[in-house]
Structures are given as C-alpha cells and as structure tokens.
C-alpha cells in the first residue's frame, strides 16, 4: 500500500520525467556554437537562431562578415559588434537564422580561403536550420564590408540581396589590390567590375560621411556605379558619423524588412 510520502515522491518523479522529455525536444536556440573542417583546418563559427525557430518552414538566412578588428580562432569576437548587437537590442526584428563566419588573424575577407570557410558555415547552417536557398542574406561592416562586395562579384545570383556597411573595393592602408585576375588591370574600372556582376540583385549601402579609416568615397563610388548599371540600389550616409557606421545601419527599423522582403529570383 502506497503511503502519501510515496506518492508525493512518485507524483515529483513523473513530473520530473515529463519535463526532462519536454525539453530535450526543444531545439536550440541563441547564440550557438559551430565548427567546420576545410583544408584539414578547424573553423569556428556561431550561429543565431530565434526562439521561435522550428522545422515546419523554411527560414531566411544572413550571413554576416565581421570587420577587422574581430578577427582571431575563437569563434566568439565577431559575435560581440554590428548586427549581433542589434539583435540583442531587438529580437523581434530578426526572424532569421544568423551565420557568423570569423577571418583568421593576419587575413583579410577577400582571401580565397576565408570566402570558402564563410561560405561553408553558411551553407551547412542552411542545411541544419533549414534555410530558405532562395532568402540569404549578405551583409558586412569594414573589412567585411569589402568581403561583401567581393563575394558578391564572384557568386553572382547566389544572394537574395546585400548589405555592405562602411566597405569599398579598393582596400584602405597597407592591404593591397590582388596581383592577379580582373582588378589587378589598371585598365579596368573595378567598381563597374563589381556593379555588373551585381546585376538587379537588391543592394543598401551605409557608411559615414566622417569615415577616416574607410573613405565614404568608396561607397559613393559603388553607389554610382550601381545606378550607372541600372542597378537595385538604396544609398545612406550618416553625416558627422566616422567609421562605426554599423550600430546606426543596423538600428534602421526598416533594415531588416527591407532585407527579409528580398527574394532571390527564380
């Protein structure tokens, strides 16, 4: 015969039970940890995904290029500034998976090696939070901003629209333009270069008009070159702002339904 006590402890055994079920069919969700092998090289990356997130629908995908200052092996710096930081001011504005790639130290975005390791955690994250192929996303600040353009020249048609945020072509400081290929003929305009490869693809560029590490001319340059190709193209520069032109770009409320309403043509 039961006694109460043993109820008690079997009523508390139940419920215990049936949380522990509860939640280990619960997805993850947040900032999450990820790595990827390519070249026999480990890369870490994160990966945003919203707490609403579920396998029923696919979801929209950004991939996010972080700029110089936040590149290293630990997978957790380019987490710490641009779009992540708008997301933890406001979630409700991102209903979208996240991929945050990390540049190695010593290297720049527009190295082939890097632009294949963001590109392999961004197609393994659409794999694993089944991303939408026809909605992804790409967006960059700095450094970044000139892996946004260049990746954008060599995958054309493979995102749904761009975002560069205080980039250019033309790298500032002692990176130099590559040796080989297109942009290293003087005789090619290489911002033309990159517009045509853009095509229709929808593009919103940001940048500071006080900018003293990246020169808001090398946007106005883009800006140009775009409307010249007949391009899809949304141009803002902050007045007075110099080179953290991220947090205002990426605080615009209507940045991401901008972005999100984009979709890659069929």
Not at 27 to 42: A, D, H, N, S
Not at 45 to 74: C, I, M, T
Not at 225 to 237: D, H, I, P, Q, S
Request: net charge positive.
């Amino acid at each position: 015969m039961l006694t109460k006590w043993s109820v008690v402890i079997l009523l508390a055994l139940f419920i215990a039970g049936f949380v522990s079920t509860a939640s280990a069919g619960k997805p993850e969700t947040g900032f999450l940890t990820r790595t990827i092998l390519l070249g026999g090289k480990t890369y870490r990356y994160q990966v945003y995904v919203p707490a609403e997130w579920n396998k029923s629908k696919k979801w929209p995908v950004v991939l996010f290029l972080h700029g110089a200052g936040e590149r290293g092996d630990d997978g957790l710096l380019q987490t710490q500034v641009g779009i992540a930081t708008a997301i933890r001011l406001h979630k409700d504005r991102f209903p979208c998976i996240v991929v945050f790639a990390q540049c190695r130290k010593d290297a720049w975005w527009t190295m082939d090696e890097m632009e294949a390791q963001a590109m392999k955690a961004l197609e393994q994250s659409i794999k694993e939070f089944k991303g939408d192929s026809d909605r992804v996303y790409l967006t960059g600040i700095s450094m970044g901003g000139y892996g946004t353009w260049d990746l954008a020249y060599k995958y054309p048609g493979r995102f749904a629209a761009f975002a560069p945020v205080c980039g250019g072509i033309r790298p500032p400081g002692k990176v130099p333009m590559p040796k080989t290929g297109p942009f290293a003929d003087p005789n090619v305009d290489p911002y033309a270069l990159v517009a045509g490869k853009v095509g229709k693809t929808p593009v919103w560029i940001f940048h500071g008009g006080a900018d003293n590490v990246v020169p808001s001319s090398e946007s106005r340059k883009m800006n140009d070159a775009l409307k010249a190709a007949g391009a899809n193209v949304r141009y803002t520069e902050y007045e007075g702002v110099g080179h953290n032109s991220w947090d205002r770009a990426y605080a615009e409320s209507e940045f991401m339904t901008w972005l999100l309403a984009q979709r890659r043509p069929k």
